[in-house]
């Protein structure tokens, strides 16, 4: 699961994309600093309502929220 992130924890011109639970690729927003961080090829699963099953594909360094499951590609990193 993705950590906990709100709409206020957001800011423009944020250098970490953060992704949400949501049926299309469109983030929720950016932050500067984060607990999870995914890199290229990781999944990020949404976990509500209609969004579950849209599953995505990281391609740069990004994190996600509590509305999530992510998968990373590379065991090692744990």
Excluded: W
Aim: proline share 3%; with cysteine; aromatic share 6%.
């Amino acid at each position: 699961m993705g950590g906990t992130l709100l709409k206020e924890d957001l800011i423009d011109g944020g250098n970490i994309p953060v992704y949400s639970a949501t049926e299309s690729d469109i983030l929720f927003g950016y932050v500067n600093k984060a607990n999870t961080i995914l890199k290229s090829g990781d999944l990020v699963i949404p976990a509500r309502g209609n969004s579950i099953g849209h599953v995505k594909m990281v391609t740069e360094i990004s994190t996600c929220t509590q509305t999530t499951i992510y998968s990373k590609r590379d065991l090692q990193e744990f």
